[in-house]
Every structure is written in C-alpha cells, then in structure tokens.
C-alpha cells in the first residue's frame, strides 16, 4: 500500500506547483488533416483512411474548421494569437500511434500568453485566482488501445491488446498552463476550478462537447512539492487522462500526500507519468517521464505554414461570447438568486445545466431546486460529475411541468427522477408506467380523509373549533394514507368542508 503523509502535515511541510494540460477534442465533422468521421461510438476501425492511418504516399489537409475553433479558444484565453506558426512531428512509438509520430505543435503554438481567472471558496466568500496560460497548440488525437484479460483493463497482466484507431487523427487543442505556484492547500482545488471554468468556456465557445467521461476533455495533471519557502520547484510527476472533475482535484491531492511522504522519508521523486484509479483515489506508476529532446521535434515537411489574416482573427474576437464572469452575473439577475444561491449553484457546477433547464420551460427556483439540492445529491453519491447523470435539462423541465400541472407532486417527482435516472423512458412514460400521477377524485379523496378524521378526533375537534392550522396533521395523515399521491389542496378543501 502507498504510504502517505496526511494532507495537512504535507501542506504544512511542502509548498506544491502545479502545471495543468487540457486535452480538448474540437466538435468537427471530420478528423485534423483527412476526412474520416470523427462521430462517437462506431464500430471499430470503420472511421479511418490510408492519411490517418499513416500509409505510404498519404498527404495531410489542415481542418480549417479546427484552425478557427484553436484562434477563438486561444482569444477567449486571453491569448496572443500567432501571425505565423508551423505543426510538427512529435516521434515517439506507442502502438496507438499509427505513424509513429504525431503530428502536433511545439515551439510555434498558435496561441501563446493568456490567462484564466477562476473561483475557489475562501473563508470570507469566493476567492478569485489568476491561472497563467504558457500556450494552446493544435495536434491529432492517437487511437485507443484496449487491453483484455486482465483485472484492471491496462496492460499489465492483459492476455492481448487490441487497437481501435477511429480516434487517431481527430483534431484537439491541448491547453498548457504555466506552473501554479502559492495556492497552498487550496491547489487541489484551484486544479479543479480552473478545469471547471474550463469547460464552461468551452462549451459556451460551441467548439466542444467537453464530456469527459467520453474522453473528449481529459486532463494531466503535473504536481511537484519543494521545502517550504524555498522558492524552488521540485521534481514532478504527470498524472495522465484524468477524465472528471472531482478526479482532477482527487488526484491532486493524493499525489501531494504520496510525494510529502517520499521527501519526509530522504527518498527522491521519479519523473514518470502515473495512472488515476477512480475507485481507490490512488495514483500508480506508468512510465518514465520523456523530455521535450526525446521525442526530436522537427517542422512537418507536409503542411504549410498556418498564418491567420489579423483581420480574420479580430473578426473572430469581435463574435466571441461575453465573458463567464459576465455572464453569471447577467444570470444571477436574471434568475433573482441571491448571491449565496448563485454561489451554490456555481459550486455544484450547475450553471450550464439550469440555463438549460430555465430555455426548456422550468422557473429558475424550480430549476435551482432540482440540480443543485436533487440531482447534486444523487452525483455524489453514486461518485459521478453532475453533468454526467443519465439525465437532460429538457427531461428535468418536463418533471417540472407535471408538477406545476398538478399532474405530481414533488415528492412524487423524486420516484420519477427514479424512473429516468434508471433508464425507463421520458418523465410522463415513467409516471404512466409507475402510476404516479396525483389523485384529485373526491370519492377516493373523501374517503381518505374521512378515515384521517376517525382516526384523529382530537385533531378533528381542533378544527371544528376554529384552528384551521391543524388540519396540517389531517393531510399529512392523508397523503401516508394515499402513499404521497393526493391532492394536498383539495383535500385542506375537503377536511374544511367536512368539519366546518
């Protein structure tokens, strides 16, 4: 088992620096330099061509789709953007890399110097922490190596490996933070709003579908500790392919702890790249960790230089969205949340998700309601994001429409957020199928409240008196009565009829 130094003993001994690389697979419809699909989910090796499969005689194309999702994802990062920049060959051998290079970018990236300002809880509200960008550069995704037989799914301990390359080729921008120095304690949790934050500007960019648990925004996480105060950074590590947020901040602090035990013990830290373990919480060793000289970047002798016109690339700012900042206040105004509701609302990460909701018909308490007290509940206990749930702001409005409609109730609602959640159809589907729709018919109604009434004379007297607040107790009897499915108002109006 990984010894480990508790967290706060590891904070208190070593100062942490972080370095952040964002894989973001870009939403087009065919692959960085051919025209091979890029859909998700097809059947193996079905989406590929002689160019990303890197045969013989094959030449590239640019996607000049991806060209302008880099400039406008480097802009709204506060990016300078390059006048002139080439891609090049990253050579290295690994299986999933048909060509045994991948075509990337390195001392020209198309995007360079920028910055993200993030949000993480202080002891007096929301604490605002400038992360630094060193640069965001166009490359190819490699294929997806699958390894069967063994217990853990990687190759260790696998009796074969087969390899899909339908996502070899497809284009990504990969975002490179400079070193994350001073967060202290918090820098697990700054790695996971910047990641956060992240995402959102993605998404309102409309140049990815960010879904982590598909791989289409995946993390590395870089982590080193140095004496306190020493201004120094040590030796680091490289967490690969952390695909949720949660894991983000997880990973973080776990290698923190891992490496603070090591240096506490005299021993040194080996640069490798390391491997997240969503059920235990637990970094294990990969590889060792190349250098830049090792993988003998030079400029792909096959493509032309990518130089966007300066008025092309100020057409591009001037379309951008408003910023998140900007936004989340427009929202907040909007919806009326006060600003410990907004403040919820963006820790749990639901922004996306109620704008979503409040466009499909539900009001934006309702909408908060259900994502960010709900629907949060459910995420963290079954150790999934938010977004992740099997379950659309549309399906999540409808629930809401029945209740409004007086269709159910909202204790009813959660048994149909039940139903949709476990793969049963559409909210009214599930209500059909469950039986859950209220009963307002008086006949069942007045029979329910005439054994409510019988079996609680002393409440009944209290309301024949003139207390009408008690009949609280007689509904409540009620609805146990009718397992949570009566009319809450019609029958107040029936106990008030029947003993007034």
């Not at 499969?53 to 480097?74: F, H, Q, Y």
């Not at 021993?267 to 491997?275: F, G």
């Not at 009944?460 to 108002?489: F, N, P, T, W, Y």
Request: hydrophobic share 40%; glycine share 8%; proline share 5%.
């Amino acid at each position: 088992m990984t010894e480990l130094m508790s967290y706060d003993d590891a904070i208190a001994a070593f100062d942490p620096a972080m370095g952040l690389e964002v894989h973001v697979e870009l939403s087009t419809r065919t692959k960085m330099f051919c025209g091979c699909s890029v859909e998700f989910g097809a059947e193996p090796n079905t989406q590929t061509c002689p160019t990303c499969l890197g045969l013989p005689g094959s030449l590239p194309v640019i996607n000049g789709k991806a060209v302008e999702s880099a400039i406008r994802i480097g802009l709204a990062l506060n990016c300078e953007i390059a006048e002139w920049c080439r891609m090049a060959r990253k050579n290295y051998f690994y299986p999933d890399m048909p060509k045994n290079f991948q075509t990337s970018q390195y001392d020209e990236p198309i995007a360079f110097d920028g910055y993200l300002d993030v949000e993480v809880d202080g002891a007096d509200g929301p604490e605002v922490f400038r992360v630094e960008i060193e640069r965001a550069h166009m490359e190819e995704d490699t294929g997806k190596s699958l390894h069967v037989g063994g217990a853990t799914g990687r190759i260790h301990g696998a009796d074969y490996s087969l390899v899909d390359y339908n996502r070899a080729g497809i284009p990504l921008i990969e975002i490179v933070t400079r070193p994350i120095l001073g967060a202290g304690a918090k820098a697990p949790a700054v790695a996971r709003a910047y990641v956060a934050t992240l995402r959102d500007l993605l998404l309102g960019l409309d140049v990815s579908d960010v879904r982590m648990e598909q791989g289409s925004m995946r993390c590395d996480v870089n982590l080193s500790l140095s004496p306190k105060g020493s201004g120094t950074l040590g030796t680091r590590t490289e967490t690969k392919n952390v695909n949720s947020l949660r894991s983000v901040e997880r990973a973080a602090r776990f290698e923190v702890s891992r490496q603070a035990a090591l240096l506490s013990a005299g021993e040194s830290i080996l640069q490798e790249t390391r491997h997240f373990h969503e059920d235990t919480g637990e970094t294990t060793s990969g590889r060792e960790k190349s250098d830049a000289d090792d993988y003998r970047y030079f400029p792909e002798p096959d493509l032309v230089p990518v130089a966007p016109s300066r008025e092309w690339v100020a057409e591009l700012k001037a379309a951008l969205p408003e910023p998140l900042r900007d936004k989340r206040a427009r929202l907040q105004a909007e919806w009326g949340y006060t600003d410990l509701e907004m403040r919820d609302v963006v820790a749990a990460e639901a922004v996306g998700l109620i704008e979503e909701t409040v466009a499909a018909g539900a009001s934006p308490q309702a909408a908060r309601k259900w994502w960010v007290a709900e629907l949060t509940r459910r995420a963290n206990e079954d150790g999934v994001e938010l977004a992740a749930l099997p379950i659309t702001p549309a399906q999540v409005a409808a629930i809401q429409a029945l209740v409004d409609a007086g269709t159910i109730n909202d204790k009813l609602a959660r048994q149909v957020f039940d139903g949709v959640l476990a793969g049963e159809g559409e909210p009214d589907a599930v209500v059909a199928a469950r039986g859950l729709a209220v009963v307002s018919d008086d006949g069942a109604l007045g029979e329910a409240v005439d054994r409510a009434i019988a079996a609680n004379p002393d409440v009944a007297d209290k309301i024949r008196d003139g207390k009408h607040a008690a009949a609280g107790a007689l509904i409540g009897a009620v609805m146990k009565d009718m397992g949570g499915q009566a009319d809450a108002g019609r029958v107040r109006e029936l106990i008030l009829e029947k003993l007034g």
